[in-house]
């Protein structure tokens, strides 16, 4: 089997547990779905995935089972029953063992908690795929949204990096597990971003490149270890948005909106890059919005 067809069949597994996870699932299901044996489809998944296929469904479970609790306040035994867990108690051990913490006190209190969100192994494969064909074909000419936004004065709860300066650059570093922390965090005032920094919020020995999540100036609960909180004043960012795409030509997208971003003149429309204003940031890429990136700019002052 070589490394695409090994990809193809762990992406449908993954596609089956997603369409089953408040069910019982076998390997035997998984096989069927892989179009493999059992054995052969549980020992690429671990290769593909890093963990077993019920260490996967679990993990997966547990953490849908946490962003139930955060987001209501459901009975512990009906989130447990729901995730196919055969008791309360035993859905309680689970769920401590794997957060830290008690789901009863989690749906209370709701700290920042490490959730599992599995990328898709087929996205990340095909992004791989494209960088490396080479594309000779002169490109497509693509609408691009522009607007300004106004952000205000925020905290924002980031990790760094050490050098890193783009996103594979600082999954490398850091590890890919950053952004299911920060999409646990209740009181966010909007989804997780990379940020590339600007000079001041970068300390000697630390990242370009970090991932975070905006909060509000009051927040108070618990900074979760390794990452840090700092505060940032209002800005203005100018959003660029593509159009939509298909999921797995992101990366020839997020190529395409930077070369739009380097050859846009802002001043046309009355503003100036402003790059030690705030972090430029992006949003997870997602073929049915297209991918938006913003960059801080400055309104040019009446002479």
């Known amino acids: 089997m070589d490394n695409r067809e090994a990809v193809y069949a762990v992406s449908r597994m993954q596609e089956y547990i997603d369409g089953h996870i408040n069910e019982m699932i076998t390997l035997r299901q998984l096989a069927d779905a892989a179009g493999y044996s059992p054995w052969h489809s549980a020992r690429i998944f671990k290769e593909l995935t890093g963990k077993t296929p019920f260490d996967y469904i679990r993990m997966l479970r ?3 089972a946490a962003l139930r609790l955060r987001d209501g306040r459901p009975k512990v035994i009906d989130v447990a029953l729901d995730f196919v867990f055969n008791t309360p108690e035993g859905f309680t051990r689970a769920f401590s063992r794997e957060f830290g913490i008690s789901p009863r006190k989690y749906s209370a209190e709701t700290p920042p908690i490490q959730l599992f969100i599995p990328s898709k192994i087929l996205d990340y494969h095909r992004f791989l795929w494209e960088r490396e064909r080479k594309m000779s074909e002169k ?10 936004v106004e952000r205000p004065a925020r905290k924002l709860l980031l990790k760094r990096g050490v050098r890193a300066e783009d996103y594979f650059e600082y999954c490398e570093e850091v590890g890919c597990d950053v952004w299911a922390m920060l999409t646990s965090v209740k ?3 909007y989804e997780p971003i990379g940020m590339w920094l600007p000079k001041h919020l970068i300390p000697e020995g630390t990242s370009k490149y970090v991932q ?3 909060l509000p100036l009051d927040y108070s609960n618990k900074v979760p270890e390794g990452y840090e909180l700092i505060e940032l004043p209002p800005c203005k960012m100018m959003v ?3 159009e939509p795409y298909d999921d797995e030509d992101f990366a020839a997208e997020i190529e395409g909106l930077w070369e739009t971003i380097e050859k846009f003149d802002p001043t046309l429309y009355g503003f100036e890059r402003a790059p030690e204003d705030a972090p430029r940031f992006q949003l997870m890429p997602m073929g049915y919005r297209g991918y938006i990136e913003a960059i801080p700019v400055r309104e040019i002052a009446n002479k």
Do not use: I, M, P
């Open 212 to 214: 975070g999540v905006e």
């Open 139 to 148: 490109k497509e000419k693509k609408t691009v949204f522009v607007q300004v």
């Open 187 to 189: 009181e966010a005032l």
């Open 62 to 64: 547990l953490s849908k």
């Open 240 to 242: 660029f948005q593509g």
